[in-house]
């Protein structure tokens, strides 16, 4: 007596669709029942179909286990077995890159949170930045292609960051690409001369990101009036948590305010 494809799937627990796969990637060949036109599995089938949920729980790979099935000798399965580690502690590997990748959001996350609106004193971090600036008309690959050697792992680190300058005209946001310097960065940079380095201690605060300018940036300027904070004119923002509001880009952006000596 065979089974439909929906009573051994319930019977062990698994998919219909798991096992329509596993016929299409030719692991089973069920009999086709010629009144009905119908897959019905036979004893042997549900015996293969355990062992590839063996196989799968291992982290067995499709191909290595049509390997097996197509006559692999027994005294090779052992390679199966290595290459699997290999490939699990590979997994285990960037798993442990994420989670810390996660924890440094989170960190960062969480005192945005606490910073927002509030006021300290402070250094502005190194970060090498492109040269040119954004205009609107560009496209921001191409600024992405100049002079950072930014690879997968360093997103984390790269933000949109601008410049105002009280001297100049206010109404102008000079935007441009910036990466964090760190030990990473720094060994694939380090032959890029843009390299953004205020050497003065600066006023910083957390705001949400704004299309006006004064809405932005007044608040810093206010407390450093009412602190007897002379400030050098120039304004830096660096992106921080973006967030979304009817699918429009927004973001929170630190404002470092450089302080005269």
């Known amino acids: 007596m065979n089974y439909t494809v929906g009573e051994v799937a319930k019977a062990l627990g698994i998919s219909s669709e798991n096992i ?25 089938d549900v015996l293969l179909i355990s062992d590839i949920m063996f196989y799968r729980d ?6 290595n286990i049509k390997k097996i099935f197509q006559g692999l000798p027994l005294e090779n399965i ?16 960037e798993e442990n890159r994420r989670m810390n990748q996660l924890c440094i959001w989170e960190k960062d996350y969480n005192r945005e949170m606490r ?9 502005m971090p190194r970060h ?8 609107d008309d560009d496209h921001i690959i191409e600024h992405l292609k ?8 360093d997103w984390i680190y790269v933000c949109l960051s601008f410049l105002i300058n009280l001297n100049d005209d206010m109404s102008q946001i000079k935007r441009y690409i910036s990466l ?28 949400h990101m704004s299309d006006d300018i004064n809405e932005m940036i007044n608040p810093l300027l206010e407390y450093a009036r009412l602190h ?16 979304y509001l009817n699918f429009k880009r927004h973001w929170i952006c630190t404002l470092y305010a450089p302080i005269e000596n």
């Open 180 to 207: 964090e310097a760190n030990n990473s960065t720094d060994a694939k940079n380090c032959d890029n001369k843009n390299i953004e380095d205020i050497d003065k201690m600066c006023l910083i605060t957390k705001v």
């Open 228 to 243: 007897n904070f002379k400030l050098t004119g120039e304004i830096y923002g660096k992106e921080q948590t973006n967030y």
């Open 20 to 44: 329509r796969y596993y016929v299409r990637e030719g692991l089973l060949h069920p009999k086709v029942n010629d009144d009905n036109n119908y897959r019905e599995y036979s004893s042997e």
């Open 78 to 93: 052992g390679d199966i077995i290595e290459e699997s580690k290999v490939e699990l502690q590979q997994l285990i590997q």
């Open 128 to 135: 090498f930045r492109t040269e040119e600036y954004i205009n």
């Open 146 to 153: 100049d002079g950072l050697n930014i690879g997968k792992d």
């Open 58 to 63: 291992m982290g067995i790979s499709i191909s």
């Open 115 to 123: 910073e927002i609106n509030t006021y300290r004193i402070g250094e």
